[in-house]
């Protein structure tokens, strides 16, 4: 691919008012508009003086300037050009943003909490985020709602909670939790953002304890829920707060030595092979080629507590080759026999649903949180724009909103959308470029001939213009 003329033969005029950068915002917006954004904000949002005036239509501003790619403050500009204003009204000045975030306190970001969670139940009523409702679900398995923190990096010596955590990383703390069925892309149901020194597990438990109850109104009635975790949740204030919501858990156990005695316990001739890493299908006997073996053993969590305290389960151990066994070996220092490393997890799944093997499978799936963090991390998430605390608590919310907005949108436009991440969604359906024309009072927008995503995009568009009541929640 070459341009088509020299140098001299081009020029460049910023001068057409008619022009749109992000044309898919204009169904993404109709799509926030059919689940009340801006009217649950008027009504939960009570943020102080001028600064916190017509606070839904300042949320939806910041929302579709993250939905359009915006991952700062000043980054909002990109709303207030060309023919925008001619598509939506009330498009609020960076500044002015600002200064409503920055009245934000921890009461009005939980406030914000309550407008996302109450506009999630929404878009899931209006879009397929949890999957086809007029299609019954793909299995009888357990929902999964997994729990994980991450660091955003920061910069300057002004920002507020900035430390140095587990990663010696200097940013802020976000904990996230994520849902999602065997048909469907994870959606975020509850966030928090903490100072960057605090521990993993620091207020986990309610975060939890929301994420059960959210998914609850989420999920038709009577799905199981199982909430996975890493070892730093292993405690009981985490697995307690799942239990008490009527959820099932999974979590990465540490070596004490009541695991390791466990562990110990397991007879040889309960170890199975599964599929892991470089695992070989033997097609003569139809069983897996692999070194990586499970077992598992009842266990009581929590056992030194009262009994009202402990938690019944399994113990779930998989077991590889240790990863020095080959240099030894190279080195003429090979053991007389096997050494394995061992990977240990505590779940309460009804063995009749998820057995051992599927139980490891289950658990090891967890790690898909990690790609919900690296995509808010390279969308609105790429900064912490403010120096104060509550600011940026709030647009930690405001961005899990914003990714919400566009998985639904994704769902509806189909394609193969529905899994993408955000910045393929953005590529795709939002900036598209429009040039705006009027005709017989209505407005025409022109799209670029041969769009590869004409389908998805016009299929998008039809549906939030016409969509579905919304499901009882």
């Not at 929301?210 to 730093?232: F, I, Y």
């Not at 239990?243 to 999974?250: L, P, T, Y």
């Not at 914003?402 to 529905?418: C, K, S, W, Y």
């Amino acid at each position: 691919m070459q341009l088509s003329h020299t140098p001299q033969a081009i020029s460049v005029r910023f001068d057409d008012p008619n022009l749109v950068s992000a044309s898919g915002l204009v169904p993404a917006m109709r799509l926030a508009q059919a689940a009340d954004l801006q009217g649950l904000a008027d009504e939960h949002l009570s943020v102080p003086t001028d600064k916190g005036a017509n606070a839904g239509s300042k949320v939806a501003s910041l929302v579709a300037g993250m939905v359009a790619g915006a991952d700062s403050i000043d980054d909002m500009a990109m709303l207030r050009h060309g023919g925008m204003k001619k598509l939506f009204t009330r498009i609020y000045a960076p500044s002015t943003l600002g200064s409503f975030l920055r009245k934000f306190t921890f009461g009005h970001v939980r406030q914000l909490d309550a407008v996302a969670s109450r506009f999630l139940t929404a878009l899931a009523g209006l879009s397929w985020l949890l999957g086809n409702p007029e299609q019954p679900p793909p299995s009888a398995g357990y929902a999964l709602l997994d729990v994980d923190d991450t660091i955003i990096e920061v910069h300057g010596h002004k920002k507020q909670g900035a430390g140095f955590g587990y990663s010696r990383v200097r940013g802020l703390n976000a904990l996230i939790a994520t849902l999602a069925t065997a048909a469907t892309a994870p959606i975020i149901v509850a966030q928090r953002l903490r100072k960057g020194s605090c521990g993993s597990p620091r207020g986990a438990d309610r975060l939890i304890a929301d994420a059960v109850k959210q998914a609850g109104r989420l999920l038709p009635a009577g799905t199981p829920v199982l909430v996975r975790m890493d070892s730093a949740y292993w405690g009981r204030p985490s697995v307690w707060a799942a239990i008490r919501g009527g959820a099932k858990v999974s979590v990465t156990t540490k070596m004490s030595s009541t695991v390791k005695a466990a562990i110990a316990s397991i007879g040889e001739e309960a170890w199975t092979t599964i599929k892991y890493t470089n695992a070989i299908l033997d097609t003569d006997t139809k069983q897996w080629i692999s070194k990586a073996e499970v077992a598992e053993t009842p266990f009581a969590a929590f056992s030194s507590m009262k009994q009202a305290e402990q938690v019944p389960g399994r113990l779930v151990v998989r077991r590889i080759p240790d990863f020095n066994a080959a240099t030894k070996a190279a080195a003429g220092q090979d053991g007389l026999f096997d050494a394995w490393r061992f990977h240990a997890f505590f779940t309460t799944a009804d063995p009749k649903v998820l057995d051992t093997v599927d139980a490891d499978k289950t658990h090891r799936g967890h790690a898909i949180i990690e790609q919900i963090n690296a995509d808010l991390k390279a969308s609105a998430l790429a900064h912490l724009p403010s120096g104060i605390f509550t600011a940026n608590a709030a647009w930690l919310v405001l961005a899990v909103m914003a990714f919400n907005l566009t998985r639904a949108a994704a769902t509806l436009a189909g394609g193969g959308l529905d899994k993408a991440t955000t910045a393929t969604i953005r590529r795709k359906l939002i900036t598209v470029p429009a040039r705006i024309a009027s005709s017989a009072r209505r407005i025409v927008m022109h799209l670029p001939t041969a769009w590869p995503w004409q389908h998805a995009w016009t299929d998008l568009f039809n549906r939030v213009n016409d969509p579905p009541a919304p499901a009882a929640a």
